[in-house]
Every structure is written in C-alpha cells, then in structure tokens.
C-alpha cells in the first residue's frame, strides 16, 4: 500500500480504558480476491465488520508484519470470527447478512474482561 504510515507513528498507545479507540484488520479471503475489514472498540470489545472490496480513505496505521500483539483485541475478534469462517474462506461466497449474524453471535458472548457482560451491553451505555 503506497505511503503506509507505521503503527510507531501514531499518537501514544490508548490504553483501552477511553471509549471510543478501535482497533482495524483485514481478515483475507482465498486466493486473496476476498476480504472482510474487522474493528473492535477496545473499551467494549464491540466488533464490527464489513465486506470490502478495496482499501478504504481513512488515517490506518499499520502495525508491523508478523506482530499481533500490536493489535490484540482485533486478533481476538477475528479469531472467533475464524470460528465460522476458516482460512481458505472465499467471502464473494458470504452474504454480508450471514457475515451479520455471526457479528451479532460475538458482541451476545459474556467476555471476561468485562466482568462477564457482553461488549453490546457495555458498548451501549456509551449511548444512553
């Protein structure tokens, strides 16, 4: 990706205690003609994801190659989205409805870090 800005260069790392950091990634369909963009909400652990086809206009900074523990939460949302959707997955073939409802199934789960509530409940206290 021309003029790719590392991750170094970012503002200081948020900690996950302020509402509103997230976390990006692109989970890569078979043969690579595929992708699906992943964000998690680090406070929450709200995820969210998409079906895409290109690189999209926004301020990315890129972690460095082969280092996830840059972006933890994010990997750990697109594992459990790798749950239903395994490596090889070619995601022409998923409906973005199907991609829905498995989001949907992620942001029900009880997470620890919250204190066993699940990220759509802490996520919309945020919103009342």
């Given at each position: 990706i021309p003029n790719r800005v590392s991750i170094h260069q970012r503002p200081a790392e948020p900690d996950g205690t302020c509402f509103g950091d997230w976390e990006m990634d692109l989970i890569i369909g078979k043969g690579q003609k595929s992708a699906v963009l992943t964000m998690v909400e680090r406070k929450t652990?709200?995820?969210?994801?998409?079906?895409?086809?290109?690189?999209?206009?926004?301020?990315?900074?890129?972690?460095?190659?082969?280092?996830?523990?840059?972006?933890?939460?994010?990997?750990?949302?697109?594992?459990?989205?790798?749950?239903?959707?395994?490596?090889?997955?070619?995601f022409r073939k998923v409906e973005q409805a199907e991609l829905d409802r498995i989001q949907a199934r992620i942001n029900r789960r009880p997470r620890e870090k919250l204190n066993f509530s699940s990220p759509l409940v802490q996520f919309c206290k945020h919103f009342r």
């Open positions: 652990n709200m995820f969210l994801q998409n079906k895409i086809a290109r690189h999209i206009g926004a301020t990315i900074y890129f972690a460095n190659p082969f280092c996830p523990g840059q972006k933890g939460a994010v990997e750990n949302a697109n594992k459990l989205l790798r749950q239903y959707f395994p490596k090889g997955t070619d």
